[in-house]
């Protein structure tokens, strides 16, 4: 198992331990049920799911690498040389690989700038607002300029924002900050 491999392996053990604990602890919430006792959604719903859904994804990843790590790697075939063509460097030969990688870090890096601002925020603006920005702001970013859609992401934003909004609120009885729109 190479490297890379081994880094995946480890990554996925980590969260499959952190879903564990994270699901261990969702039973240490109190409950409060909006319905009377009569539904299985009670506080600690959400926080049960989360859990179980990480321990499942970290599984997979655990299970995939495993796969991956058996499989032998297949060498890398090395195009022949052109007639007239010295085995120099080319431009085509060019590993981009640390370019991504440069840019990679700088989007986890704004990404999680958006995400402290939106926390920030949301008491001021409220739940609604500061989703429907943070989601916004999260789509340029990560978005190539020439596939950006303005009125669609717009429209999404808003929809989805709204669309949780009142999925928390009307179905799971839950109180988010309202914010400026009281």
Avoid: C, H, W
Wanted: no cysteine; net charge negative.
């Amino acid at each position: 198992m190479d490297r890379a491999n081994k880094k995946e392996l480890a990554v996925g053990i980590v969260f499959l331990l952190i879903g564990v604990v994270y699901f261990a602890l969702a039973f240490t919430i109190p409950a409060y049920d909006a319905y009377g006792g009569s539904s299985v959604v009670d506080s600690s719903f959400v926080p049960k799911v989360v859990g179980v859904l990480l321990m499942l994804l970290s599984a997979v990843q655990i299970y995939l690498t495993g796969k991956k790590g058996r499989q032998p790697a297949a060498p890398k075939e090395q195009p022949a040389a052109q007639e007239g063509e010295s085995e120099e460097f080319r431009v085509e030969d060019y590993d981009d690989d640390a370019l991504s990688k440069n840019a990679d870090t700088k989007s986890l890096l704004a990404i999680f700038a958006i995400l402290i601002l939106y926390m920030a925020l949301m008491s001021v603006l409220g739940f609604m607002i500061s989703t429907a920005l943070f989601l916004m702001a999260s789509m340029l970013l990560l978005t190539p300029a020439e596939k950006r859609r303005l009125p669609f992401m717009i429209v999404l934003s808003l929809v989805v924002s709204v669309g949780v909004y009142y999925l928390f609120v009307n179905g799971l009885d839950l109180v988010l900050p309202a914010g400026i729109l009281g």
